[in-house]
């Protein structure tokens, strides 16, 4: 598995007020956190699996969709709600791709781009 590059803070990056993003609210507080994973264009409009580690059947998803960042725009996978903890993100192929950790109260951005580890192809 990859190891991503992970940033937290209490807001996303180029955005003055915590949790907003193109009109998307975080629920973010004492064991909540939330996540974001930025990843290459051409997953644009395909959906991202995450599962607590150790609990891989418990995943849940998000659609990518391109999301302002300051000046510029990315692709982005946004989970708004999650419990405290490590996170297995999973690819199309249904295999582990990237292991991330969630701290309650702050949002957390995890950059994936310009890597192969999720395929583009349906799985």
Do not use: C
Request: aromatic share 4%; hydrophobic share 35%; no cysteine.
């Amino acid at each position: 598995m990859r190891s991503p590059s992970v940033r937290t803070s209490k807001g996303l990056p180029g955005h003055e007020g915590p949790g907003a993003l193109e009109g998307l609210i975080v629920d973010v507080g004492d064991h909540i956190g939330a996540l974001v994973l930025l990843v290459d264009e051409v997953l644009a409009g395909s959906e991202i699996e995450v599962s607590p580690v150790g609990r891989d059947r418990a995943r849940t998803h998000s659609e990518v969709h391109p999301r302002r960042a300051g000046a510029r725009v990315v692709q982005a996978a946004v989970f708004v709600h999650l419990d405290e903890g490590g996170y297995t993100v999973w690819g199309s192929d249904g295999g582990p791709r990237a292991v991330v950790h969630v701290d309650g109260g702050t949002v957390a951005q995890v950059d994936l781009r310009t890597t192969s580890w999720i395929s583009n192809r349906s799985g």
